[in-house]
């Protein structure tokens, strides 16, 4: 029996046709249960009166410019426990995984894993009856040459043709906000509205980040416009020191507004 089941390392490649991700790599953990797909900007809708969660995975590690935009159907939702030891509610799909020329079907939790080490955790429920894992080794089915992921992943990348600003503020419908929006946009710019109350800091001290509601990381903009109003003044300045000191270029700066 254990000679037709595949023998993977503790790290391989596999890829998951059926939401267009034709390669991404996977940490094999036997210890987790569950396996999870790194997602960000996950949102239910309903189709035909069936639940569906669509979601954006950026499959290739510290490469936020290549973005698959995926959509399938809520198989379940479930509280796992992340590594954290903390319990949060995820959504559930069911997707066809393809390794070594061999596909079944396999459940799969969406969240955001920008934190971890690999894009993909392939737990213990999809590897049963089918997988061996030695733990000594890595890339035992093969690994895909930069060509090969630029060949899959090319039409993937997004664009850019200015500059991507956000708006930290804290009324997307008041006008002055609106009419910088759309002057940024006339100028070609990428412009985006961020809610100072769906901020939130990850203090560390070589990789400061600011998250975004969906635990997205707001990592790649070019510069932030503040327009903090008083009551959110402290709170406001703190995200502003901190876009600061990840380098990020901030119209005013925190000491300014707190002066003012």
């Not at 046709?17 to 790194?38: E, F, M, V, Y």
Request: charged share 25%; proline share 4%; glycine share 8%.
């Amino acid at each position: 029996m254990n000679s037709e089941k595949i023998i993977i390392g503790s790290v391989e490649w596999c890829s998951f046709p059926q939401i267009n991700i034709p390669t991404i790599k996977a940490r094999i953990d036997s210890g987790a249960k569950t396996s999870a797909l790194h997602a960000i900007n996950i949102s239910s809708f309903k189709k035909d009166g069936i639940l569906w969660v669509g979601f954006d995975v950026h499959p290739i590690q510290n490469d936020g410019r290549t973005v698959v935009h995926c959509e399938e159907p809520v198989f379940d939702k479930r509280k796992i426990k992340n590594s954290s030891g903390n319990s949060e509610l995820r959504f559930v799909i069911k997707t066809v995984l393809s390794i070594a020329d061999n596909t079944w079907e396999v459940e799969l939790t969406l969240a955001n894993r920008d934190s971890m080490g690999h894009r993909m955790l392939l737990g213990r429920q999809a590897m049963s009856g089918k997988m061996l894992v030695d733990p000594e080794s890595s890339y035992l089915l093969g690994e895909p040459t930069q060509d090969l992921l630029e060949k899959h992943y090319h039409s993937k990348v997004v664009k850019i043709s200015g500059l991507k600003i956000g708006i930290l503020a804290s009324n997307p419908n008041l006008y002055s906000n609106r009419r910088i929006i759309e002057a940024g946009q006339q100028r070609g710019h990428h412009i985006e509205f961020l809610n100072i109350k769906d901020c939130y800091i990850k203090l560390d001290g070589k990789k400061p980040e600011v998250h975004y509601r969906g635990g997205r990381v707001l990592s790649d903009f070019d510069a932030i416009i503040p327009r903090i109003k008083p009551s959110m003044t402290f709170y406001g300045c703190a995200l502003t020191r901190h876009f600061e000191a990840m380098g990020v270029y901030t119209l005013n700066t925190a000491s300014s507004i707190t002066q003012s």
